[in-house]
Nanobody, 122 residues
Framework: QVQLVESGGGLVQAGGSLRLSCAAS????????MGWFRQAPGKEREFVAA????????YYVDSVKGRFAISRDNAKKTVYLQMSSLKPEDTAVYYCNVLVALAPPWSTYDLWGQGTQVTVSS
């Protein structure tokens, strides 16, 4: 059974940066398509970014393009989300998960972890 643990969240001022990590255990991480999602208070969870097994192809929701970068280290079984130029509207709990496919609707397997809170102050 694959387990995912997110970390790296925190409180940051608008314009600041954070790097989130998602460590996987179990399974064959290097074969997984991985995605980052976020859920703001009172809103549904939304797709943020995705990466293929090799790291060669990445995808982003329009609202984070040019500000966020997803990457992975298969040797460390970890996927990262580098977030820059953060805005208050980026405030949310951020989750990673294994994707069923690298295309909308960005369906995932039921492997949700606890997530990591990102709060951006204005």
């Amino acid at each position: 059974q694959v387990q995912l643990v997110e970390s790296g969240g925190g409180l940051v001022q608008a314009g600041g940066s954070l790097r989130l990590s998602c460590a996987a255990s179990g399974g064959i991480f290097s074969s997984y398509r991985m995605g980052w999602f976020r859920q703001a208070p009172g809103k549904e969870r939304e797709f943020v970014a995705a990466i293929d097994w090799s790291g060669s192809n990445t995808y982003y929701v329009d609202s984070v393009k040019g500000r966020f970068a997803i990457s992975r280290d298969n040797a460390k079984k970890t996927v990262y989300l580098q977030m820059s130029s953060l805005k208050p509207e980026d405030t949310a709990v951020y989750y990673c998960n294994v994707l069923v496919a690298l295309a909308p609707p960005w369906s995932t397997y039921d492997l949700w972890g606890q997530g990591t809170q990102v709060t951006v102050s204005s």
